[in-house]
């Protein structure tokens, strides 16, 4: 995702420091927004926030986090959980990589994957989400009984990630190569991303993984 400079980006988030951490500045070891009684869910490589904002408000009894690498995309983000009056969400400019960094006394419920960039090229590969560094830091992070969620439409990094995740040793608890068939059919939950909702438009297929934990 790629949207054009926000000038307005730094005068907002500077002016918010209650709902947003920037991490680029400062590292961060005492995350004291958030509710410890509550679960925690984390969304990495959060966009436009479409995804989040969706959850916290039908999730009041959960706190929210998006990490987010861009500026202005954050800010973004940040614009429409002012707009909806979101309290249970909150927002960390950084790179996801710094998540041990971050989640250092508090360990986290529930990840999510939406739509991350696939980086196609092998020699890009340590860029992947699901690269081993990363789930390396995933269940550093992860509570034991925790549990990592991905979409995507792109289906060489579905294989990329279904290989990545099994060789790990995570445990695949739900696998769909139709995801909104399946939401269909089964009447789950889905709140749609931004990406989602356009290539769903689009009438492209969507992959879903749910994995858990090990200990
Ligand atoms: N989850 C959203 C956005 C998907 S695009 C959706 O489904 O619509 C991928 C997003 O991940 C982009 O906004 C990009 O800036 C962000 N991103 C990419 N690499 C990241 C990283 N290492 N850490 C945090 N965010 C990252």
Redo the contacts with the bound molecule.
């Keep these: ?1 790629r949207v054009r400079n926000k000038p307005w980006a730094d005068d907002l988030i500077n002016s918010h420091p209650d709902l947003v951490i920037n991490n680029k500045e400062k590292q961060i070891h005492d995350l004291n927004f958030i509710r410890q009684d509550k679960p925690l869910h984390v ?6 926030g ?2 989040l904002i969706g959850m916290a408000l039908k999730h009041p009894d959960i706190e929210f986090i998006g ?4 500026k202005s ?1 954050l800010a973004i983000a940040l614009k429409k959980t002012l707009q909806q009056k979101v309290t249970n969400l909150h927002w960390i400019w ?4 710094a998540i041990t960094d971050i989640f250092v006394n508090q360990k986290i419920d529930f990840i999510y994957l ?4 696939p980086w196609p090229k092998k020699r890009h590969e340590k ?1 992947r ?1 699901t690269y081993i560094k990363f789930l390396q830091e995933y269940k550093n992070v992860l509570k034991d009984d925790g549990y990592l969620q991905l ?1 995507t439409d792109n289906r060489h990094f579905f294989e990329y990630s279904l290989l990545s995740i099994t060789n790990f040793g995570f445990s695949l608890k739900e696998i769909s190569l139709d995801w909104h068939k399946d939401v269909i059919d089964n009447d789950l939950e889905n709140i749609e ?4 909702h356009k290539f769903s438009q689009r009438g492209q297929v969507i992959y879903r993984l749910l994995i858990k934990n090990f200990k």
């Design positions: 995702m969304e990495i490589g959060s966009g436009k479409d995804f990490i987010e690498i861009q995309v950084s790179d996801g990589s939406n739509f991350s960039d860029r989400l979409k991303t931004e990406y989602e």
